[in-house]
């Protein structure tokens, strides 16, 4: 049996992945993409995507890059 990762502050790089598979292959692709263009670890955009559906006011893509941890 598969044990789910523990959630902190952030989603974990696991986590992360496992939600990845879960996509639609395009969806995937794009956010993976996207992290490859910001060289930022794809957690992190999958985080401002969340983010940025829930609160408009959010970190988002067009900001510039925030200090990750």
């Not at 983010?51 to 067009?62: C, T, V």
């Amino acid at each position: 049996m598969q044990t789910q990762p523990a959630i902190n502050e952030h989603l974990s790089p696991e986590l992360a992945q496992i939600f990845l598979e879960g996509l639609p292959e395009n969806i995937r692709n794009g956010l993976e993409m996207r992290a490859k263009t910001m060289n930022y670890p794809v957690w992190a955009v999958i985080e401002m995507a969340i983010a940025g559906y829930l609160d408009e006011e959010a970190l988002s893509f067009a900001d510039c890059k925030p200090k990750l941890d």
